[in-house]
Structures are given as C-alpha cells and as structure tokens.
C-alpha cells in the first residue's frame, strides 16, 4: 500500500518517499488524516503523555502503518489507540 501511496513523490528535498515514515509534514496531513473520535483520542493522549509535536506526527504515521497492515483505507480510532500504547513511558 505504501508504495502505490508514494510512487513519483518526492519527499524530504529530491528523495523519493519510500515508507510512511519517509512521510513529513506536509505528508502526514494529506495521508494521516483522521475522524472527529480519532482527534478526541489523539488530544488526550498528547495531555496525558505530554507529548510533543513530533511524538503527534510520529503516532500519525505509526497509526498510517497500523491501518495499511489491516487493509484499510482510512485511520481508525483501533489504529490510533493501537499506536499510541507502543509509545515508551516515561520514567518518572
């Protein structure tokens, strides 16, 4: 799915996408993008971890990856919760 998703885009400067998480920015906006439930999650997650931006962007493209292994189209609420418990803990 990734490779039908990126042939001939070029990333980061002259490189070609390759994976999700070649993805930047710009990327993870047309190619991450989720339901009202799944922005709900995703923003108490990001208070109740403290994450930061890049941390976001990585659970996006996590959740991307997630949703391309179970044949789906779209990002679902499973495939954010589902990314968003492999991110380590933080040691208080």
């Known amino acids: 799915m990734q490779r039908r998703r990126f042939a001939g ?3 980061h400067g002259v490189l ?3 994976c999700n998480a070649d993805m930047g920015r710009a990327e993870v906006r047309e190619y991450c993008q989720i339901d009202e439930a799944g922005r709900s999650l995703l923003k108490a997650a990001m208070q109740q971890l403290a994450m930061s931006a890049r941390a976001f962007h990585r659970v ?3 959740a991307r990856t997630i949703a391309d292994l179970a044949g789906s189209e779209r990002i679902e609420t499973a495939h954010l919760a589902e990314a968003i418990q492999y991110r380590p803990r933080r040691q208080l």
């Open 9 to 11: 885009i070029k990333g």
């Open 16 to 18: 070609a996408l390759r």
């Open 60 to 62: 996006l493209k996590l």
